[in-house]
């Protein structure tokens, strides 16, 4: 079973940035999009930012300009380099990979969720 995982939330100041990381513990093939997605109390889970196969780079307009979104992909690694943080951007952020590990049609890879906290 393919597991994801992320790492590098916490707890910072506004202003400050954070380094989130993604990555799989099995190789996934025909990866077509990689991406990170966030959930604050209350609210529905919404796109942070994606990298999609034939289809270029996305962010939430509320995050660009100050997020950067990375892979790499041997590694079936994602990144999220997140600058200027705002209390607006606490929440629980998830990264997906949609891909495939056998035959069969692609699948979502969800991570379990990493906490980020920006006080004020």
């Known amino acids: 079973q393919v597991r994801v995982v992320e790492s590098g939330g916490g707890l910072v100041q506004a202003g400050g940035s954070l380094r989130l990381s993604c990555a799989a513990s099995?190789?996934?093939?025909?990866?077509?999009?990689m991406g990170w997605y966030r959930q604050a109390p209350g609210k529905q889970r919404e796109l942070v930012a994606s990298?999609?196969?034939?289809?270029?780079?996305n962010y939430a307009d509320s995050v660009r300009g100050r997020f950067t979104i990375s892979t790499d992909h041997p590694k079936n690694t994602v990144y999220l380099q997140m600058n200027s943080l705002k209390p607006e951007d606490t929440a629980v952020y998830y990264c997906?990979?949609?891909?495939?590990?056998?035959?069969?049609?692609?699948?979502?890879?969800w991570g379990q969720g990493t906490q980020v906290t920006v006080s004020s």
């Open positions: 990298i999609n196969s034939g289809a270029g780079t």
């Open positions: 997906r990979i949609r891909g495939r590990t056998g035959p069969g049609p692609l699948y979502d890879y």
């Open positions: 099995e190789t996934i093939f025909s990866i077509n999009v």
